[in-house]
């Protein structure tokens, strides 16, 4: 059963740094073709993909946001984290992550998003 | 960058009718799209993938279609249950969203 939770800061200043840490089981990221994705969604706004990482440490991330992102993973203990840098109003959200697969069945596929997790908001104000 | 314009922005619809969503793609995406429902209050949930297959557990009158760059979602028969906000999304090139149809019953 593949489970994804994240948790953050709830509320933070602008100009901070916001650290996200997505907690999943049933899969790990140091298995060949599994990875995760960061997703956010402001209250009542549409979906925006942030960034993915993959079992061998391959990053992709968003090219409007690229220079505030930075993920990365601790396989040991099962988890993704995602930060940003420099964080103003506009990056209130709620922040998801989902699970993210690359397999072959004849050619090369992406699975993209079969399980996500409940989501965290976060809230950027002075 | 592929952008994704999704049509329409919201719609409502009785129970039983045919309701098709659209997404037109600013350039080629093959079947590199897949279409997730968002009820209130909740996470995504992904319907369908690789444009044409429905995703395990999706009722069977959820369907994915393409005609050249347009890519539909088709529910054959309205549910009360299918109420939602539906978002397509790319990956061909980085990950795009749909701007999402909200789904209404009347």
């Known amino acids: 059963q593949v489970t994804l939770k994240e948790s953050g800061p709830g509320i933070l200043q602008p100009s901070q740094t916001l650290s996200l840490t997505c907690t999943f089981s049933g899969f790990s990221l140091s298995t060949y073709g599994m990875g995760v994705g960061w997703i956010r969604q402001p209250s009542g706004k549409g979906l925006e993909w942030l960034a993915n990482?993959?079992?061998?440490?391959?990053?992709y991330y968003n090219p409007s946001l690229k220079n505030r992102l930075t993920i990365s993973k601790d396989t040991s203990n099962n988890q993704a984290f995602l930060k940003i840098t420099n964080v103003d109003t506009a990056d209130t959200a709620t922040y998801y992550c989902a699970r993210a697969l690359y397999y072959y069945d004849g050619t090369y596929y992406y699975d993209w998003f079969a399980y996500w997790g409940q989501g965290t908001l976060v809230t950027v104000s002075s | 960058d592929i952008q994704m314009t999704q049509s329409p922005s919201s719609m409502s619809a009785s129970l039983g009718d045919r309701v098709t969503i659209t997404c037109r793609a600013s350039q080629d995406i093959g079947n590199y799209l897949s279409w997730f429902q968002q009820k209130p209050g909740k996470s995504p949930r992904r319907m369908i993938y690789?444009?044409?297959n429905l995703a395990a557990g999706v009722p069977s009158r959820f369907s994915g279609s393409r005609s050249g760059s347009d890519y539909s979602l088709t529910i054959s028969s309205l549910e009360s249950e299918d109420m939602a906000i539906y978002y397509c999304l790319q990956s061909i090139q980085y990950l795009t969203f749909g701007s999402g149809t909200k789904l209404e019953i009347k």
């Open positions: 990482i993959w079992w061998d440490d391959d990053k």
């Open positions: 690789g444009a044409t």
